[in-house]
């Protein structure tokens, strides 16, 4: 009930201090109340300042993980052009690949794993390696493996090749 949960958000911040990762939670979680009471611009607010608390350390996982429905302030955030649009539309993209469920019919052989789609998103969306990496909170190493692996999955020799594979197939849009 967004009502009584709003109710809640001041101790919620209170109880926060300095650790900027239960101040992002705290921030997610208004966002999501704020949009279910139908004040959007606060909402909007609330994940901007999510957003702003999450960019500095590349923490754009913990955004979507704390509540799914905030990709909806997300995406005014990314379409405002503003500080940290950025930051948002890659959270947005992980969102979207984790609304892809692993399990979902795949027409391949080996199915792609969740954290694959979620690689293959990114990668997509033409992030290297490296960047992949920081937005997944991975190492370089494990991103390679997993960009290897959606390469054999998929009969790929390329990025491009795997992209447009997946595409075809249906896998990512």
């Not at 608390?53 to 995406?75: C, F, K, S």
Request: glycine share 6%; aromatic share 2%; with cysteine.
């Amino acid at each position: 009930r967004p009502d009584r949960a709003e109710q809640h958000l001041a101790s919620m911040q209170l109880l926060t201090g300095d650790r900027v990762e239960h101040r992002i939670e705290v921030a997610t979680m208004e966002a999501a109340i704020l949009d279910a009471l139908g004040r959007t611009v606060e909402a909007t607010d609330a994940a901007d300042r999510a957003v702003a608390l999450a960019e500095p350390r590349l923490w754009l996982r913990l955004l979507v993980d704390v509540n799914p429905t905030v990709t909806t302030q997300l995406g005014r955030v990314s379409n405002s052009g503003g500080q940290g649009a950025h930051i948002a539309e890659a959270a947005l993209r992980i969102s979207n690949a984790l609304d892809q469920p692993a399990d979902k019919p795949q027409p391949l052989v080996d199915p792609l794993t969740a954290r694959e789609l979620e690689v293959l998103a990114e990668v997509a969306a033409g992030l290297t390696n490296a960047e992949i990496a920081e937005c997944l909170y991975i190492s370089v190493g494990t991103t390679k493996r997993h960009v290897a692996n959606i390469f054999v999955k998929l009969t790929a020799k390329h990025r491009a090749g795997a992209v447009a594979r997946a595409r075809t197939l249906g896998i990512i849009e």
